[in-house]
Each structure stands twice: as C-alpha cells, then as structure tokens.
Nanobody
C-alpha cells in the first residue's frame, strides 16, 4: 500500500495559478498510476488528470485541458498538478490517488486504491 499527502492549496484570484504536490510513502511509487480528483461543495468527486507510471502518458478532463498539467518525479515519490488560468468553478477540495498494477489511465474514482486527505483550492471572482 501507499500513503499520500497533498499540499499547496490556498486562496487565489481568478486567472491566477497554484501548484499542488502529493508526497507518497510505502510501496514502490513507480508501480502506480497516479491521478488527481476534485470535489466541490455538494458535488460528486470528479476526475481531473492522470499520469502513467513513468510519466509517458497523461490524460485530462475536458474542463481543465490546456490549463492544468500533471507531472511526476518517481525519484522523489511525488506527483504534481500545475494549475493555471484558474476559474471560480475550479474551487474544490483536490485529492491525489494511486492505482496499482495497470497500464490504463482510469477516470473513475472507484478505480483507484489509495487516497490522500485532500487540499482546499478556492478561486475568487
């Protein structure tokens, strides 16, 4: 198993940027596909981005494509989400997640095995 801890959230004005980090510990980090999800107030948890085990492939939700970038550093056991041109509708708790032993980039929260506690991102208009 792996343990995940997110950081980097905060309050930012529309059009601004934030960089989220997720630090992992436990089993070998490169064994896992990593994803970012978010959950707004009163809403279901939704897919944001995913990255393959060695970073060769990425996939994004249409709502963030062109604005957000997911990356990973396996030597540091970390995954990142660079968020640019932020909009008020990006306001949510952001979670990182790990999925074991697959080559597929999954978009459903139920496909992921391990989760961090989340970090709040608030974008003001």
């Amino acid at each position: 198993q792996v343990q995940l801890v997110e950081s980097g959230g905060g309050l930012v004005q529309a059009g601004g940027s934030l960089r989220l980090s997720c630090a992992a510990s436990g089993r070998t980090f490169s064994n896992y596909v990593m994803g970012w999800f978010r959950q707004g107030l009163g809403k279901e948890r939704e897919f944001v981005a995913a990255i393959s085990r060695y970073g060769s492939t990425t996939y994004y939700a249409d709502s963030v494509k062109g604005r957000f970038t997911i990356s990973r550093d396996n030597a540091k056991s970390a995954v990142y989400l660079q968020m640019n041109s932020l909009k008020p509708e990006d306001t949510a708790v952001y979670y990182c997640a790990a999925e074991a032993d697959t080559i597929h980039l999954m978009t459903s929260p139920t496909s992921y095995d391990y989760w961090g506690q989340g970090t709040q991102v608030t974008v003001s208009s």
